[in-house]
Each structure stands twice: as structure tokens, then as C-alpha cells.
């Protein structure tokens, strides 16, 4: 047998491994509410077990590779054209096409940090080299920062709006100034994971701003607002050729069947949709008065989630939710990120975070 391995290559060295949100788990203590991930607390929507079983009997047959009936429905409910929306297995694999299409060794790709843990890894991937511009000590992204960080060798900038971990947005006049300065060559993707979130009318809708900006790619994804997180599905609008170059890195056949089907009976029942999440955002509200109540500065979300800033003492406020019963997540020596999620769920935790100030 031979000694030497197969040689990778260099970029595959040091690229961070994404630590997915830890499951709700009896192991230590009574945690049983799972609030680590941004899921949606909500089962599937109505019709969708029925679609996702019909589509399971015929597991033995490839689905539809280019997602035909889910492509026409999106294009209808956002009034674009059907070839300019593009599927992928989940909107963190449409970011990495968008990458696979764009970016690679030599080139640089912006992005607001802390931001999604998913972008320097998918960047690093890319070949690119990752630019990371701070928050705004308010969390928000720093835009005018991010456009002076522009050089010749920028690819790629990721807006994520509302930033995951912090909730926090950027409105449409700085927004569009800011895509105002970004060179044409230069793609900008709105990652609009959380966007059904949004209740202030000040903050753009993407689809908006990328329709006369060919340089603007929206990102959106089932899992979050439509609650298929296990079935990886999400997508992009965007121009040609960035449209036409999703369709060529995509993984074929990427999107199953399931997924597919899921998605449409749930674009389907748009109605029930915004009954949950609304539900979901008088949650929010509740549990960001609670905590600002308690004495906790909370960044104004806007998303399905709060941030608390804890520095020094992230991990072991983690370990006392975890006792109370509430998985949430930890970015150690930075914040601890808390998803909305059933309201029996959401006592627990504010119990935890008053327990945490009254003894800390
Ligand atoms: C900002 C942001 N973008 C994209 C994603 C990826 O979602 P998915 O790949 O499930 O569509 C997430 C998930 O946490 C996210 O927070």
C-alpha cells in the first residue's frame, strides 16, 4: 500500500468546520427546547405532509432537475421572470454556487462580521480570501466600511439582511447608497434568509432592488418563515448571467422531489404562513420587552431570533439555559444567539436570563 495520501488542495487547510445548533438533548439536565438553530417551531403547513409522502412513492425516480413547477410558482409570487430564479439545496448552497461562479484564488469577497458562520467557510472554499468588516458597535452592518474595503480584486459582497446572529438591518436609503458605489463587475448578494421577519417598512425588500441592478442577487430559503429546514431547499433571483450560472454549478438533481413538492403546497398556504409568522413576531416582542424588563440590552431585531452580547460570560450563560431546559447559541467570548420558538419555550429561557442577571 502506498504511503502518500491524496494531495488536497491548499485552501481545504484551516477552513472552519460549521458547528450546526445543538440538539435539544436529556443528556445534561432537562433540556428539551431546541433553541439553536432559527428553525420554526411550527410543524409543516398545511398540505404539506400530503405532497411530501405522495412525492415518497416515487423515491425510486430522480426529481425534476430543473424544479419546473417550483420555478413558475416563485416567478409568479414575485413577478419575475421564470429564468431568473434559480433553486439549490438550501440558500446556503445557492451562496456557495454563487461563490463556485464567481470567486476563486486571488479574488476577495466582503462580508459584515460576526455575520453567518457559513460565508468564511464557503469563501475559503472558493479559493477567494474572505474580507470581514466589523459591526457597527449598535451590530448593524458597517456599509460605508464595507464599500471603502472595494478593490480591484472584490468578486463578491454578502449583505445579510436581517444579520444572523445580531437581527439587526440595514434600511433602503443607506442600502441603496451603498449599491450605489459597489462597481457593476462586482455581485452583491442580499441574504434575505429572514426576511418574512421584517415588519418595519423601511427596510427594502431585495426583490425590489435587484430588479434594475443586474449586479444583485436576492438569496431566500423554505427553512426558516416556511419551516422546511430538514428538507434543504432555498433560492435565488437574479439576473442573467448569474442566473444562468447557477444553473450550471448546481449539484444535479440536488433538489429532491420532497422538497420540491413541499415547497409549492407550502407557497400554497400563504395565509396559514402569515398567521405563524406573525404569531412568531408578537413572541419576539414579548421576549425582547421581558428582557430589556429584566435589564438586558437587546439589538433591535428583526428577524426570528434576539442577540445578547455576553463577551466573557457566553459559554456559561449557554450552560445555565441548558439547565433551565433551552438549548441556545453560543459564540464564545462574543454573544449568545436565542431563536423564538414555542411560547413554553420562551418562558424557559427568559426564566434562565432572569436567574443569570439576579445571580451574576
Ligand atoms: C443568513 C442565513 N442565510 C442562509 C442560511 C441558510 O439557510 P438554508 O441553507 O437552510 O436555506 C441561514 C441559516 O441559518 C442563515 O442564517
Redesign the pocket.
Known amino acids: 500500500m502506498s504511503e502518500s495520501t491524496p494531495t488536497l488542495r491548499a485552501e481545504m487547510a484551516g477552513i472552519p468546520t460549521y458547528k450546526p445548533g445543538k440538539p435539544a438533548s436529556a443528556s445534561e439536565g432537562p433540556a428539551a427546547y431546541k433553541l439553536s438553530s ?1 428553525e420554526n417551531p411550527y410543524p409543516p403547513l398545511p398540505g404539506v405532509m400530503e405532497s411530501t409522502l405522495a412525492a415518497a412513492a416515487q423515491l425510486n425516480r430522480y426529481p425534476d432537475m430543473a424544479c419546473t413547477t417550483l420555478t413558475a410558482e416563485l416567478a409568479e409570487r414575485f413577478g419575475v421572470p421564470q429564468e431568473h430564479v434559480a433553486t439549490g439545496t ?4 445557492v ?1 456557495q454556487q454563487l461563490l463556485q461562479a464567481t470567486s476563486g484564488p486571488g479574488d476577495e469577497v466582503i462580508y459584515a462580521w460576526r455575520s ?1 458562520e457559513a460565508y468564511p467557510i464557503i469563501t475559503q472554499i472558493s479559493g477567494a480570501k474572505s474580507v470581514q468588516v466589523p459591526l457597527t458597535s449598535g451590530e448593524v452592518h458597517d456599509l460605508d466600511a464595507m464599500a471603502a474595503a472595494i478593490t480591484d480584486r472584490t468578486r463578491l459582497i454578502f449583505v ?1 439582511n436581517p444579520n ?1 446572529p445580531t437581527g439587526t438591518v440595514v434600511r433602503r436609503a443607506e442600502l441603496e447608497r451603498f449599491l450605489d458605489q459597489v462597481p457593476g463587475d462586482v455581485l452583491v448578494v442580499l ?1 434575505e ?1 429572514y426576511r418574512e421577519f421584517i415588519r418595519d417598512v423601511e427596510v427594502p425588500d431585495g426583490v425590489e432592488l435587484y430588479r434594475d441592478r443586474p449586479n444583485v442577487a436576492v ?1 431566500r ?1 423554505f ?1 426558516k418563515a416556511y419551516g422546511l ?1 430538514g428538507l ?1 431547499v ?1 433560492f435565488a433571483i437574479a439576473h442573467e448571467p448569474v442566473a444562468a450560472a447557477l444553473r450550471k454549478t448546481a449539484v444535479p438533481f440536488g433538489v429532491s422531489q420532497l422538497a420540491q413538492d413541499a415547497a409549492v403546497a407550502s407557497l400554497r398556504a400563504e395565509d396559514e404562513l402569515l398567521g405563524r409568522v406573525g404569531a412568531l413576531v408578537g413572541e419576539r416582542a414579548r421576549v425582547v420587552a421581558a428582557l430589556q424588563e429584566q435589564g438586558w440590552t437587546v439589538p433591535e431585531t428583526h428577524a426570528n431570533f434576539v442577540w445578547l452580547r455576553l463577551g466573557e460570560r457566553t459559554v456559561e450563560f449557554a450552560q445555565s439555559c441548558e439547565r433551565a431546559g433551552v438549548v441556545v447559541r453560543p459564540f464564545a467570548g462574543e454573544g449568545v444567539r436565542v431563536t423564538i420558538g414555542e411560547t413554553e419555550a420562551n418562558d424557559l429561557f427568559l426564566k434562565a436570563a432572569e436567574a443569570f442577571r439576579k445571580n451574576g
Open positions: 432559527n438550501g440558500s446556503v448552497g451562496a453567518f445579510c444572523n441574504d434568509a438569496l430559503t427553512s429546514a434543504r432555498g
